[in-house]
């Protein structure tokens, strides 16, 4: 079995300053992980993922996260907030093998000017 | 298509009558997914059809769900004798085979009145 924690609900940030979206992960296999993100009604899009390759993945628009398997963490960040940042971001396991994808129950990131 | 494409985009449909929801997938993609958001939550896993190997139908909330799928491709979710609790935007996705990451569709916006 496996599921996500995504350790807050909401998030805000002042536009311009570091974003920091945690996640914890239980996988009894080397999981696969992913943040996609939700904007306002618009379909998910995913940012990054990780694949038992590099441990800290690089993904669109300046996001990038860490797999920590001693933490069992893979938390997404990026330096600097833009107001187009604002929106749902889920983190989301997958066995590696390839499997149903399980989502945490989402981040609303709000970025005031 | 380039993407996946679900239809109905929005559906309304009274209390107690059957509803179908159409996703086709990518071309090519042997993965399929359906998952359910209600109103300001996550995503809910459905059902997972992968190839030729028999559905994961774990997420399936009763027996007024179901779903099928023709080879692959177009998938089709129906929902028996409708109640209020079953309106959310039910999302498709598709993978390519031994590839987690999934694509997902616009969605279908069901309300039961």
């Known amino acids: 079995a496996q599921s996500v924690t995504q350790l807050d609900s909401h998030v805000s940030v002042s536009e311009g300053t570091p974003v920091l979206l945690r996640c914890n992960y239980s996988s009894s296999y080397s999981p696969s992980l992913f943040w996609y993100v939700q904007h306002p009604n618009k379909g998910l899009q995913l940012l990054l993922k990780?694949?038992?390759?590099?441990?800290l993945v690089k993904g669109i628009n300046g996001f990038e996260a860490e797999f920590k398997k001693s933490e069992t963490s893979f938390h997404l960040t990026k330096p600097s907030a833009h107001m187009s940042d604002a929106a749902e971001y889920f983190c989301?396991?997958?066995?590696?093998?390839?499997?149903?994808?399980?989502f945490g129950t989402g981040t609303r990131l709000a970025v005031r000017p | 298509g380039a993407g996946v494409s679900q239809s109905p985009s929005n559906k309304v449909t009274e209390k107690g009558k059957d509803v179908e929801l159409r996703c086709d997938p990518i071309?090519?993609?042997?993965?399929l997914y359906w998952y359910r958001q209600r109103l300001g939550q996550g995503l809910e896993f459905l059902i997972y059809f992968q190839g030729n190997s028999a559905p994961d139908k774990s997420g399936l909330p009763s027996d007024r769900f179901s779903a099928e799928r023709t080879g692959e491709s177009v998938s089709t979710l129906t929902i028996q004798r409708t109640q209020q609790e079953d309106s959310a935007v039910y999302l498709c996705?598709?993978?390519?085979?031994?590839?987690?990451?999934?694509?997902f569709g616009q969605g279908t916006r069901l309300t039961v009145v």
């Open positions: 989301v396991v997958s066995k590696s093998s390839g499997d149903k994808l399980t």
């Open positions: 990780y694949t038992s390759a590099a441990t």
């Open positions: 996705a598709s993978s390519r085979q031994g590839d987690t990451e999934a694509f």
């Open positions: 071309s090519g993609h042997t993965a």
